[in-house]
């Protein structure tokens, strides 16, 4: 149950387009998130498929933008667009499996050298918080607390993103404060928390996930001529109940 697997995105040169690579492992049941890092002034395409979270523009002209979607039936890769043939934007993929659809997010700027904080969310139920980070330069790393972190990996050009995540129990989850390893010649940027609730399986009922919600499975037996509607029981130690 959680995280699945995550790839980083970003254009060799200036490009309006970026072939994204599908997580390693997504089947069609699973959760996927976004992360897009890019300039103010440019807009983003998504492939079909994905839900805009929302996005955050951060001083100096960097934004960050976040999206969802059920995998589905979704390619080995796909094509992300941007209004601009530029170097400055990189895309963060993670999957997630034995999740729901995000419930909540909410996003912040930040321009100063004090403060880079994904904003605190307070989820109603056992969930994954995820967290992103979009800055201008230097190098910038999650914080310590969270999990399964993707960084820019090779890119050396402005306008990075970096993601993790942990998870959280019902209440508030507190700011997750990221932390530059190498000092930018511009602090600006913009942050975004996620929470994706946990799928708890019922416990009196026999159902199946059928991606967005618990639908009843019907059971059957053979009773030597036709396949019959049949009770599902279970032992309670002093005798069979209904499920």
């Known amino acids: 149950m959680?995280?699945?697997?995550?790839?980083?995105?970003?254009?060799?040169?200036?490009?309006?387009?970026v072939s994204c690579p599908t997580p390693a492992g997504t089947?069609?049941?699973?959760?996927?998130l976004a992360f897009v890092t890019h300039f103010t002034a440019n807009v983003i395409s998504p492939p079909s498929g994905w839900t805009l979270l929302g996005k955050a523009p951060g001083g100096s002209g960097v934004t960050l933008s976040a999206y969802s979607r059920n995998a589905g039936a979704?390619?080995?890769?796909?094509?992300?667009?941007?209004?601009?043939?530029?170097?400055?934007?990189?895309?963060?993929?993670?999957?997630y499996n034995e999740v729901q659809l995000p419930d909540l997010s909410a996003f912040a700027k930040f321009d100063t050298n004090t403060n880079w904080d994904a904003p605190s969310l307070s989820p109603g139920a056992a969930a994954i918080l995820v967290c992103g980070w979009s800055y201008r330069d230097g190098t910038m790393v999650p914080p310590v607390s969270m999990g399964d972190p993707t960084?820019?990996?090779?890119?050396?050009?402005?306008?990075?993103?970096?993601?993790?995540?942990?998870?959280?129990p019902v209440g508030a989850t507190g700011i997750r404060r990221a932390t530059y390893t190498v000092?930018?010649?511009?602090?600006s940027g913009a942050a975004v928390s996620v929470t994706l609730p946990l799928i708890v399986a019922p416990t009196s009922s026999l159902k199946r996930w059928d991606g967005a919600a618990w639908v009843s499975l019907p059971v059957s037996r053979w009773d030597g001529a036709a396949w019959a509607n049949t009770d599902i029981k279970r032992w309670d130690g002093a005798a069979w109940n209904a499920i």
């Open 2 to 17: 959680g995280f699945r697997s995550s790839t980083v995105s970003f254009p060799a040169g200036n490009a309006s387009t």
């Open 27 to 32: 089947v069609s049941t699973d959760v996927m």
């Open 151 to 168: 960084t820019h990996g090779s890119k050396t050009t402005q306008y990075r993103v970096i993601t993790a995540d942990e998870g959280v």
């Open 183 to 187: 000092l930018p010649s511009d602090y």
């Open 74 to 95: 979704i390619a080995a890769s796909e094509i992300w667009s941007n209004s601009a043939s530029t170097i400055a934007w990189e895309i963060a993929l993670r999957s």
